[in-house]
């Protein structure tokens, strides 16, 4: 999709496996408007269906990773159903990004503030620059994050959680490394490297079974705890109905390199 200037909103590149999603709105600091939203999601479904692609890399142009909402587009029209369709588009995609089959690393280079922290949460990897900062700022301009603090809230505990919500004030990626937003705050210098060396790890695994584990994880996190073993039991034994599993497992047995078929 583009913007009334002409410049695409969502830039994709693919190599060896890898899709890395850029946000490309620079001179909002990467804001997710409606229309980026739609193109987020649009791209997520057609990626789904790409047996190439096994990992996603998100990421944006300019200094900022994301700034959140586009705050300017909602305050052109903040009736309550314009509001309810935004937010509702949001969430749907994020529910989107769980379900997606390929796992999705963030590339934190910048700030995540608001949404833009919610996405960062809501990928199934983080890595940060360490300069980076992070906020639900929501609360000192009288809108509370309370859509982003869904993911937030499942990343971090509910006492951190509510510190970001209450406060709005930014932390460092030191700070989002201990609270369990991202993986692991590094140089900027060892950014790239750092996210292609995740991405390359699980591009040598099966897509199957990465996808089939990805989806029962986020399943079973909603599940008590005798419900959850049995749903987890039933999936590995549907796993091991697969080719993958059995190759998989002669390969480490007999010491050699598997030969993934994908299912």
Known sequence: MLEHSG???????DKDGICTLTLNRPDTRNALSSELLSELQKTFNIIASDKKIKVIIITGNGSMFSS???????RK?????????LFNQCGKMMITMKQQPQPIIAKVHGDALAAGCQLVCNCDLAISAKTSKFA???????????????????????KQTMEMLLLGEPFNANDAERF????????????DETVETYANKIVKHSSLTISMGKNAF???????????????SEIMAKNMQEQDAHEGIDAFLEKRTPNWRGR
């Open 77 to 85: 029209n903040s009736s309550y159903n314009k509001m309810l369709t």
């Open 7 to 13: 410049k695409q909103l969502l830039l994709r590149e």
């Open 180 to 191: 369990g937003l991202i993986n692991k705050a590094v140089a900027g210098e060892q950014l």
């Open 136 to 158: 639900l700022p929501g609360s000192s301009i009288g809108l509370f994050c309370s859509s982003p603090a869904v993911a937030v809230s499942r990343a971090a505990n509910s």
């Open 218 to 232: 986020y399943k079973q996190m909603d599940m008590d705890l005798e419900s959850a073993y049995a749903f987890t």
């Open 68 to 74: 959140g909402h586009d705050l300017k587009e909602i």
